[in-house]
């Protein structure tokens, strides 16, 4: 469906105040993407779950059989981007958030999702341009710590590990997006890049996952990144802990199965038969 910027028609009922970003900066999948908002929204609120783990899962149920769609981020110019209707690991994680936040504070409305997307997805919660977007997870974790939106829960793990990587990829691979070619943006890119030179990050060997006292430190709901081999990147896609009868299970936006879903194998079965992972972080909303 043609992707369009809200156009004057839709301004007069717009309540400017309650929203942080000017309207003409986004941009919407479709006409019906405020009301598919309002709705989820309503519904989340009259289910009278209070708990920020457990409205994950809640949303996450409502978004299964999404298509997944990369890219929808993309654009010649910076727009706060709302597309529930296709959705990648990171886009929908970060739907996951900006719902779950709002219904938090017992809203209602799509303005105050898209401030809630907006605070998720960009440097201190404000868009500007291409590379004040938290393109690495690393970035995306410590920046949202620090505003307490999230909460690295990784360290509460026993079987916790550390590890030290330079996270420098998207320099390294300058060709490969298209943003990259405006020499300001890239020059931002990759400042940011430097403070994560020898970055030491907590995380669980996939090897770890099904042992017993593990599995039992999960909550369900937690969100989840999957640590990359891949030189210069940390983490290579993100999803979210399904726990039912002390078993984990995985929801993501699938590349493979071209839709959100609940992979039918365990969690740890799914992880070892991703040869380029070698192992996870788990991130937590704060309530």
């Not at 970035?139 to 690295?152: C, E, F, K, T």
């Amino acid at each position: 469906m043609k992707k369009f910027i809200l156009s004057t028609i839709l301004l007069f009922c717009i309540n400017l105040t309650s929203s942080a970003i000017s309207p003409m900066n986004m941009r919407f999948h479709c006409e019906n993407d405020t009301i598919k908002i309002n709705n989820l929204l309503e519904e989340g609120l009259q289910s009278n779950i209070e708990k920020a783990n457990e409205l994950v899962i809640f949303y996450a149920k409502k978004l299964l059989n999404t298509p997944y769609v990369a890219h929808t981020l993309e654009g010649d110019k910076e727009l706060l981007t709302i597309n529930i209707d296709e959705l990648d690991c990171t886009t929908f994680v970060e739907t996951l958030y900006a719902l779950v936040k709002t219904t938090l504070s017992q809203r209602t409305t799509w303005r105050d999702y898209a401030n809630n997307l907006e605070s998720v997805r960009y440097r201190n919660g404000i868009m500007t341009d291409y590379a004040s977007r938290l393109h690495y997870i690393s970035d995306w974790i410590v920046n949202n710590s620090a505003r307490g939106n999230l909460q690295d829960a990784t360290t509460n793990f026993n079987s916790c590990k550390y590890m030290i990587k330079t996270i420098d990829y998207m320099s390294n691979h300058r060709d490969a997006y298209p943003s990259l070619k405006d020499s300001t943006i890239f020059e931002k890119i990759r400042n940011f890049e430097v403070g994560y030179r020898s970055h030491r990050f907590p995380y669980i060997k996939k090897e770890s996952i099904n042992s017993k006292e593990t599995k039992a430190e999960f909550k369900s709901g937690d969100l989840i990144g999957m640590v990359t081999k891949i030189e210069g990147l940390d983490i290579s896609h993100l999803g979210v802990v399904l726990k039912e009868n002390n078993r984990l299970y995985f929801i993501n936006a699938s590349m493979s199965g071209k839709k959100v879903q609940i992979e039918k194998q365990p969690f740890a079965e799914y992880l070892r038969d991703i040869r380029s992972c070698i192992g996870i972080r788990v991130f937590r909303i704060t309530e």
